[in-house]
């Protein structure tokens, strides 16, 4: 490759060295799982925490700590990383830095699947659970690609506005099993805005080896996801079988958004923004990207799991709410600046 | 012929545009003068698309004044401009089921108000325009079903019916083949010298616009480089200076007009 | 001016919209006869005409009735936003969702039930405000979507992220509301959210009739003036079309419409989408025809949505928006891969 191409995808945008980047994400990440543990409803000192985590002694702190934060601490970095590199792949078949799992309806085709999957079929296992959410995605994603690309060439707006449909498609029949439920209003409410609280610790260690399969996929695809950033024709002549490409990356996408919309419920805009983020960090290149990616949105999914316990405090926020609106104004200012 | 000097159809003074901080014109200066064809001509990015929508006011100028008929474009009503100043855009598009009849009717579209719709002058001028561009029989056609010449001759005709003294034609031939880049520039020829309107041409290729032209433009950098008749502007030097091609022009022995047989590019004749 | 001038289509369009108009006649009726019971026909028209049994022209006039006029307003006021929508973008899958319009309205309902309920959750002043609420959370964010897009409010896609972004904020800030509120209001919201029509009485579909006039009138006597729309935008502004303000302006015209709709009858966007294609394939490209054959559309598709709901899922209540929006999709995605030669 001639040294154009090779400073331009590989130049880290940052002074910083690659190796220093993945450190501090990495201390990013540890911090926020241990600010998950201190804070909430009371704050423990790190001595309780300490004690919670290796010496178990019965107290309400330890209890609380290891009992319901800890899931919590766990679950929010794997759906944040899962969620962020479905964001990267996403936008790089959209071939748009506006798509994301979610505007695109794969959260919205997840949710359907897990609620169909539970009022109609009864399925109540977490695998059973996750197998749905990942079907939902997977047919998402196949209906927006497809339509989209059906009439003539993945325009942006034409993915950005099919996407935008079948989420309110998606929405739209959650909501008729919302209404038929109302019982279970309030729970589904709540976790239909995605949500780390009240998780089983099972979830996590369930999700956690599906997710890591998907990103060590996700990472084999690299090079030809870079590939797959020039136009059609470019991409194909530098030998990419483009058929097979996309059709892995959309089973990627689908395993990382099913397993992390089961564990969690639709969590949105990470997707949307953690790109852009591990963009301006270290670059295009997807070698880079995708663990930078994994890394921003594990921390940007904790800290929100964080202030969602203040934000209206004594009460819970779903996790969902802080991300959409921190995404949605990010998304805002990078719009407005043209950055979009 | 009277002996006061005439003044300009469209008189652009110091014209400065600019997209955020790159000035895309600067201080160009050019008359246009009634009843004659000028031709912009210039390299990539020169700047002369620019211009054409600049007069059309289509970007709003940053600094100085386009004058039309000694008015201040600036301060006319779009409904007016639009029935004075005709354009046909680079890239048209139209729906592919749109009729051409519905097509051309647009073109009446400055002339028509909330309280009268449809009255005879716009029916008339309609048929003149359909007539005049030959397009009679295909008005009921769907304009996906017409070939690219007579797409071409179906735009012009909408534009004709906007009953115009100034016709602006960004770049009219480039997606057409030979046959129908001839047609179409006599047919603007025809226009300005049977019809009597000022045209303003912007074109690509140098020799056409040597061909048509009676007032011939360089632009370069967004400025006026030179402005004058065609055998005046069409010297090796002046190319060379302004398209940064060394070239040799003969006379072209059937239209009697410069022609520019292209021979090298400057910059590498200079390595 | 000739008649041989008129195409085809445009000679049926009186024909056609006279078809539709009867359809949603006949639908209407139906919709009025249908419920726990069965009213026939014969005895709808007699309660309009004065007469009829007092049971049954208290049903009809006290229930069904509103209900059905309250979908045919409320469709057609979104049906004619969606066309405006659809023609100032120049992207037929633009619908009045795009502009965060309905998730403004909500969060205006969620927090109008919300804030204004006291102790006992029961509301300190009448329900009858709510369409207000609607109407000015409506309002809200289409002023923020325009006020933070700027200059670029002219580019329909980024249009149409402001509006993502400003309905996602919405939603956020509904969901948190709706969380700590009580119960109640949730479940009156969430019905409210996914386009409830059952819960109208006459006083607001007054309200919506009054709001209603003016904005069609407007809409009817710009008609003409949309007809460039169809070109780029070049050629567009060559005309004489003065594309930034004019498109403003119709955006203004389209979410005052899509408010004065939700406010009423919750959010059934997706009427907005669908009913100007309708219009559009059945009397051509005519504005003035094509709004007015949106507006029945749109009437048609809620009405009839609205009667699915009760014929199928009685006594549950399923909002009527979710039903146009299940049944509409598979359509809409079906236009979607036909080619679409001239969208941007």
């Known amino acids: 490759m001639t040294a154009v191409t090779a400073t331009s995808i590989e130049r880290s945008a940052t002074a910083l060295p690659l190796w220093a980047i993945y450190v501090v994400l990495t201390v990013l990440v540890g911090v926020a799982m241990l600010m998950s543990l201190v804070f909430g409803y009371r704050i423990y000192s790190l001595n309780d925490v300490a004690t919670a985590l290796f010496a178990s002694d019965g107290s309400e702190a330890s209890t609380v700590v290891a009992g319901l934060r800890l899931p919590r601490a766990v679950l929010a970095p794997i759906v944040g990383a899962a969620l962020g590199v479905a964001g990267v792949l996403v936008q790089t078949l959209a071939r748009n830095r506006i798509a994301s799992p979610d505007t695109l309806g794969l959260n919205a085709g997840a949710s359907v699947s897990v609620v169909v999957a539970s009022a109609v079929f009864g399925v109540s296992t977490l695998a059973g659970l996750s197998l749905a959410a990942a079907l939902g995605a997977l047919c998402a994603s196949l209906l927006v690609f497809g339509i989209a690309a059906g009439a003539g060439g993945l325009s942006p707006i034409r993915i950005v506005l099919v996407g935008v449909t079948i989420a309110g498609l998606g929405n739209a029949i959650v909501y008729v099993f919302l209404s038929i439920n109302e019982a279970q209003l309030q729970q589904l409410l709540f976790w239909l805005a995605g949500a780390f609280v009240d998780r089983p610790m099972e979830l996590a260690v369930n999700g956690a080896p599906i997710v890591a399969v998907g990103f060590v996929l996700a990472l084999l695809l690299s090079r030809a996801l870079d590939a797959l950033q020039a136009d059609e024709s470019t991409a194909a002549s530098l030998g990419v079988p483009l058929f097979l490409i996309r059709g892995a990356s959309f089973v990627v ?37 995708i663990p930078a990616a994994a890394l921003i949105g594990a921390s940007f999914a904790t800290f929100a799991d964080v202030v969602a316990r203040f934000v209206i405090y004594p009460v819970e926020a779903p996790v969902g709410a802080i991300t959409g609106v921190v995404g949605a104004l990010v998304l805002l200012v990078l719009l407005m600046r043209r950055a979009a | 012929m009277t002996d006061e000097p005439i003044s300009p159809r469209i008189d652009v003074r110091e014209l400065t545009l600019a997209y955020g901080a790159v000035k895309v014109l600067d201080t160009l200066t050019l008359p246009v003068e009634r009843g004659k064809i000028t031709v912009l001509a210039g390299p990539n990015g020169c700047g002369k698309s620019t211009l054409l929508r600049a007069i059309r006011r289509l970007h709003a100028a940053n600094g100085g004044q386009i004058l039309l008929d000694e008015m201040d474009i600036s301060r006319l009503k779009s409904r007016d401009l639009a029935r004075r100043i005709g354009l046909l855009a680079q890239s048209p598009s139209a729906p592919e089921d749109m009729t051409v009849e519905e097509l051309v009717r647009l073109g009446r579209y400055p002339y028509q108000s909330m309280l009268q719709p449809w009255s005879r002058d716009d029916a008339r001028a309609v048929e003149a325009a359909l007539a005049g561009t030959g397009v009679v029989h295909l008005r ?110 003969i006379t072209d022995p059937v239209h009697q007009r410069p022609l520019c047989i292209p021979i090298r590019n400057a910059a590498q004749a200079a390595e | 001016m000739s008649a041989l001038t008129m195409t085809a289509t445009t000679m049926r369009a009186p024909a056609m919209i006279g078809l539709i108009a009867a359809a ?61 929508l659809q023609k100032v973008t120049r992207n037929s899958l633009a619908s009045p969702d795009i502009l965060g319009v309905v998730d403004g309205a909500a969060l205006g309902v969620v927090i109008f039930l919300a804030g204004l309920s006291d102790e006992s959750n029961a509301l300190t002043t009448s329900i009858a405000y709510q369409p207000l609420a609607a109407g000015i959370g409506a309002a809200t964010a289409t002023a923020l979507v325009f006020l933070l897009s700027g200059r670029q409010a002219s580019s329909a896609i980024r249009l149409l992220l402001f509006g993502i972004a400003v309905a996602a904020v919405a939603k956020a800030l509904t969901l948190v509301l709706m969380l700590i509120g009580p119960i109640y209001r949730t479940a009156q919201a969430t019905r409210w959210i996914a386009g409830a029509v059952n819960e109208v009485n006459w006083s607001e579909i007054q309200v919506t009739a009054i709001a209603l006039l003016p904005a069609m009138l407007l809409v009817l006597l710009v008609a003409r003036k949309l007809a460039p729309t169809d070109l ?55 504005a003035t025809a094509a709004i007015i054959a949106s507006f029945l559309f749109g009437a048609l598709m809620l009405i009839g949505a609205d009667l699915v709901v009760r014929v199928l899922f009685a006594p549950l209540e399923v909002p009527a928006g979710t039903v146009t929006a299940i049944i509409g999709t598979p359509y809409f995605l079906f236009l979607l891969m036909r080619k679409q030669s001239h969208d941007g």
């Open chain 2, 140 to 249: 009921g056609r769907n304009l996906g079903s017409l070939s690219g010449g007579q797409l071409q001759r179906a735009w012009i005709a909408m534009v004709l019916a906007q009953e115009t003294d100034v016709i602006c034609f960004d770049e009219p031939i480039n997606h057409l083949d030979m046959a129908h880049q001839i047609e179409c520039l006599e047919f603007v020829r025809a226009l300005n010298v049977e019809h009597g309107r000022t045209v303003v041409l912007v074109l690509h290729d140098l020799n056409l616009a040597a061909r048509y032209a009676d007032k011939l433009v360089f632009v370069k950098a967004g400025a006026v480089v030179a402005s004058g008749s065609p055998s005046e502007l069409m010297t090796e030097t002046l190319i060379e200076a302004v398209f940064g091609v060394q070239s040799m022009v």
């Open chain 3, 232 to 286: 780029d935008e070049t050629s567009a502004r060559g005309v004489g079309l003065e594309l930034p303000i004019f498109r403003i302006g119709i955006f203004i015209l389209a979410a005052a419409l899509t408010a004065i709709a939700v406010a009423f009858v919750g959010a059934i966007g997706f009427v907005g989408l669908m009913a100007p294609h309708l219009a559009r394939m059945t009397v051509g490209r005519n």
């Open chain 3, 24 to 84: 949603l006649v006949l639908l209407a009726l139906a919709g009025v006869g249908f419920g726990s019971t069965w009213i026939p026909l014969q005895d709808v028209v007699g309660v309009f005409l004065g007469g009829g049994e007092r049971t049954q022209s208290l049903i009809v006039l006290q229930f069904r009735l509103p209900r059905v006029v309250a979908a045919a307003l409320g469709g057609g006021a979104i049906a004619v936003a969606g066309y405006l």
């Open chain 1, 253 to 289: 996408v689908s395993m990382l958004t099913g397993a992390a919309v089961s564990m969690a419920g639709p969590v949105n805009f990470i997707g949307l923004v953690v790109p852009h983020a591990a963009r301006r960090l270290v670059g295009l290149s997807h070698r880079r990207l």
